[in-house]
């Protein structure tokens, strides 16, 4: 199969199979996606929706977490992964916001990744569901399963899976295409052990296709 053709199957296949794609983060504004984006790297988005109605109790908007303490703030987040880099670019994020665009939180991508914190991923996320940008987010689910199905070749870095993908997926679908492959990175495919034997994508899969020829 070559590279156009398995595109076009396996998007198709998402697009019968899983119409309906969005964020599990729960969030009302850009604010709260943000945050949440920012505390659930290499931490699950159950243990992020469990923290963020406490913080965002206490941190209602981008000006009241811009004169937080990181004590407090850690203690809000102390049970998600790395909370103390991530209570320091919180409130560092706030802060730039505020100072720098007026206390709102910017749409344009290379606005967002100049603050503290906030890499291409993220900025590709918050610009894709919070402002509808034409963003294609990779996170380590992304990168895995686009290698494995065989819609990236030796993508070495979120970078290059992201360059490949975009060269092939029409720019309208960037958005949903993140969410495909996330959930099922994160339900189908994942990283020990895929679930080969219950997903839809085997017949299109390199990464399956090459097992059954090692098992014939």
Same mark, same amino acid.
């Given at each position: 199969?070559?590279?156009k053709?398995?595109?076009?199957?396996?998007?198709?296949?998402?697009?019968e199979?899983?119409?309906?794609?969005?964020?599990?983060?729960?969030y009302?504004?850009?604010?709260?996606?943000?945050?949440?984006?920012?505390?659930?790297a290499?931490?699950?988005?159950?243990?992020?929706? #469990?923290? $963020?109605?406490?913080?965002?109790?206490?941190?209602?908007?981008?000006?009241?977490? &811009? /004169? !937080?303490?990181?004590?407090?703030?850690?203690?809000?987040?102390?049970?998600?992964?790395?909370?103390?880099?991530?209570?320091?670019?919180?409130?560092?994020?706030?802060?730039?916001?505020?100072?720098?665009?007026?206390?709102?939180?910017?749409?344009?991508?290379?606005a #967002?990744? $100049?603050?503290?914190?906030?890499?291409?991923?993220?900025?590709?996320?918050?610009? &894709? /569901? !919070?402002?509808?940008?034409?963003?294609?987010?990779?996170?380590?689910?992304?990168?895995?399963?686009?290698?494995?199905?065989?819609l990236?070749?030796?993508?070495?870095?979120?970078?290059?899976?992201?360059?490949?993908?975009?060269?092939?997926?029409?720019?309208?679908?960037?958005?949903?295409?993140?969410?495909?492959?996330?959930?099922?990175?994160?339900?189908?495919?994942?990283?020990?052990?895929?679930?080969?034997?219950?997903?839809?994508?085997?017949s299109?899969?390199?990464?399956?296709?090459?097992n059954?020829?090692?098992?014939?």
């Open positions: 199969m070559n590279i053709a398995r595109y076009t199957a396996i998007i198709n296949w998402f697009q199979n899983m119409p309906v794609a969005e964020t599990e983060l729960r009302q504004d850009p604010y709260q996606l943000m945050v949440a984006v920012m505390l659930s290499q931490c699950t988005d159950k243990r992020v929706n #469990l923290l $963020t109605p406490v913080f965002f109790e206490h941190y209602p908007t981008l000006a009241s977490l &811009s /004169v !937080a303490s990181q004590d407090e703030v850690f203690e809000i987040i102390r049970s998600c992964s790395y909370p103390n880099s991530k209570a320091t670019h919180l409130i560092a994020a706030a802060k730039k916001v505020v100072q720098d665009f007026g206390g709102q939180l910017p749409e344009d991508i290379d #967002l990744m $100049t603050l503290p914190g906030i890499g291409r991923k993220t900025a590709n996320v918050i610009g &894709s /569901v !919070a402002f509808n940008k034409q963003a294609l987010a990779v996170d380590t689910h992304v990168h895995r399963v686009s290698a494995r199905l065989g990236t070749t030796g993508a070495k870095t979120p970078l290059e899976t992201e360059k490949q993908l975009t060269s092939h997926i029409k720019p309208e679908l960037y958005s949903i295409a993140h969410h495909w492959l996330i959930l099922h990175g994160r339900y189908v495919c994942v990283a020990r052990k895929p679930k080969c034997e219950a997903c839809g994508l085997s299109h899969c390199s990464f399956f296709l090459k059954e020829q090692k098992k014939g």
